[in-house]
Structures are given as structure tokens and as C-alpha cells.
């Protein structure tokens, strides 16, 4: 019987970025490094509990910080897979000459393997956004999977109307919208063509998790939903021969231990407490677990699922 498989990832996304999502500049302090110094404490002291090896996506030029550095490599020596979120997270890194790409893709490569000892085999790109020439950057610089690909409506719709209602107040803010294209991906894991919404034969895509209903199923719409909320969005993944569960380690981010008070008018998510986020990703992990899933790293996942479609 085929076995059901699951994996968690994280983003390491650190403050910064969301400070450049809302268009707002996240004053000098420990609020800036509450993703490195709080969250991922948090979610590694979940994932010991549960007994998970999960993926962390770490940016390159974080690691240029000797504590982050130790993080990753702590979590390296845990089990844990640090995969390529690239180096400088440019939000528009898609929209860059390909050797731009091919050169922010290596740095970041490279930033991790000095960090761990082991070189990045999984890439993710800065806010899901992805295409062809990053394919062919990532072909080139011989991963073995990405997990970019986002083909979710209602999330694509949210987007577009969130950067538009903040150019219309005169914010701007550094995300951008992926080509509508996208949409028209695979919601399960597939080898892509050109262009790469399309399957093909190239580099293994493990996409970003999407329900029945076409709702995003990461750690955001989870602890903004609640318990009872997660667990809906939960159901509607059972029955797949693989659930993929992103989380950003700000998914877990409190306002008041962490001192994100410039966040919280922009955040909804920031409503709930830190304890309250774990308990919600506590809640799922239990559900996927009682359906007989095995939560496992991307890595060990595109490995399998090479394995098993290899003549």
C-alpha cells in the first residue's frame, strides 16, 4: 500500500520583510531579529515534541549574522533540512536578468552550506513567485526540487487586492503579483515544463499546499482562523497522497513578548498569542498524524516520489 506523505516548512523570513511587505520601516531593536531569536526556539521546541524533522528555507544574507548561523547549524544537527530561500530575497527576483538569478541562487547555496557543512538540495522563492528563467537558474545550479509554486485563487485575489488598497493610501510595498498563469498549475507535486505551470520533464515542483475549496493551507490563514478554523482547512486536505504544510516562523511571532507593535495594525495574525499559534499547529499536526500520514523533510519526499516514478 502506497504510503501517505506529509511535510512541514518554514520560511525564516525575518522582520525586515514584512516590514517591506507593508511598506513600513521596523524600528532599530530586538524586534527586528524576532524571527531568529524567538520563533524558530519555539517551533524547533514543537517539532522536538512531536518528534518532526521539518524543512527551514533560510535567506542567505541573514546567515551573515554569527547567531543566525548557529541556528541554522543547530537545526541542521537536529534532523531538520535548511533549504535556499535565496540570498537577498529580492521580491522581484523573477523579474531580474538570469544572471542575477543564477548568482543570488548560488550566494544562497553557498551562505548555507557554510553555515551547516551541507549544501542546500531545495529551493524557495522570495513570496512564491517564480518562473521560467529561475527554472532554468535552479536547473543549472542542480537541486533536486523547488516548492514555489503557489496556485491558489483566493490567495492571489487577496494579494492583489492588499497591494492595491496600499498604493491607493500611498504605501508601497516591495511584494509583487506572480502572472495569474500560475494558477493554472498542478496543486500536487509534478515535474515542470515550459512554460513551467504545464507538467513536463524538468525539476521536481512540491507546490505550496491549496484545499478543495482553493484556499491557502499555511501557517498564516491557520492561526488566523483558530483551532476550529485549522482544523476545517485540515479536513479538506485529508485523502492526498501528499499534504504539504508551509509555515513562516512569524507564524508564531507574539506581539507583545516579541515587541511588534509597528506589525500589529498591519497584521491580523498578530492577534493571536504565541501559545495560541503553537496550540493551532499542535491541533493540525495530530489530524494529519491520526490519518496515517508520515511527516517527513521536502528532501526525503522528492526522493521518494523520484524513486517510485524512475522506470
Known amino acids: 500500500m502506497k504510503r501517505k506523505l506529509a511535510s512541514i516548512s ?14 513600513i520601516e521596523i524600528p532599530e531593536g530586538p524586534a527586528l531579529h524576532a524571527v531568529y531569536d524567538r520563533c524558530v526556539p519555539r517551533l524547533a521546541e514543537l ?19 554569527a547567531h543566525n548561523r548557529d541556528v541554522v547549524a543547530s537545526l541542521h544537527a ?17 523579474r531580474r536578468s538570469a544572471e542575477d538569478i543564477l548568482q543570488d541562487i548560488g550566494l544562497g547555496a553557498s551562505a548555507i552550506h557554510e553555515a551547516c557543512g551541507a549544501r542546500p538540495v531545495g529551493f524557495r522563492a522570495p513570496g512564491y513567485t517564480i518562473n521560467d528563467t529561475m527554472f532554468d537558474g535552479l536547473e543549472a545550479s542542480e537541486v533536486e526540487y523547488d516548492s514555489s509554486v503557489f496556485p491558489c485563487p483566493s490567495y492571489y485575489a487577496a494579494k492583489v487586492s492588499v497591494l492595491g488598497m496600499m498604493a491607493l493610501k500611498g504605501r508601497k510595498s516591495q511584494s509583487i503579483v506572480d502572472t495569474p498563469l500560475v494558477l493554472r498549475s498542478p496543486k500536487r507535486p509534478y515535474r515542470v515544463g515550459r512554460p513551467y505551470w504545464r507538467e513536463g520533464t524538468g525539476l521536481l515542483e512540491l507546490p505550496i499546499g491549496v484545499t478543495r475549496w482553493g484556499l491557502p493551507y499555511i501557517g498564516t490563514s491557520l492561526v488566523l482562523w483558530g483551532d476550529r478554523g485549522a482544523r476545517a482547512l485540515t479536513r479538506q486536505m485529508l485523502g492526498r497522497d501528499f499534504i504539504h504544510l508551509e509555515l513562516h516562523g512569524f507564524d508564531v511571532a507574539d506581539v507583545a513578548l516579541d515587541g511588534l507593535q509597528p506589525l500589529a495594525t498591519h497584521r491580523p495574525d498578530l492577534k493571536r498569542t504565541a501559545a495560541e499559534k503553537v ?7 495530530d489530524m494529519i498524524r491520526q490519518a496515517g500520514y508520515e511527516l517527513l523533510p521536502l528532501k526525503e519526499v522528492a526522493r521518494r516520489l523520484s524513486e517510485t516514478s524512475s522506470p
Open 78 to 94: 537536529a534532523g531538520h533540512e535548511i533549504g535556499n530561500h535565496s540570498f537577498h530575497h529580492h521580491y522581484d527576483l523573477s
Open 10 to 23: 518554514v520560511d525564516l523570513d525575518e522582520v525586515d520583510c514584512y516590514g517591506a511587505i507593508h511598506g
Open 47 to 65: 517539532f522536538e515534541a512531536e518528534s518532526i524533522r521539518a524543512t527551514f528555507f533560510a535567506i542567505g544574507s541573514d546567515l551573515e549574522h
Open 279 to 285: 496550540s493551532v499547529i499542535r491541533g493540525v499536526i
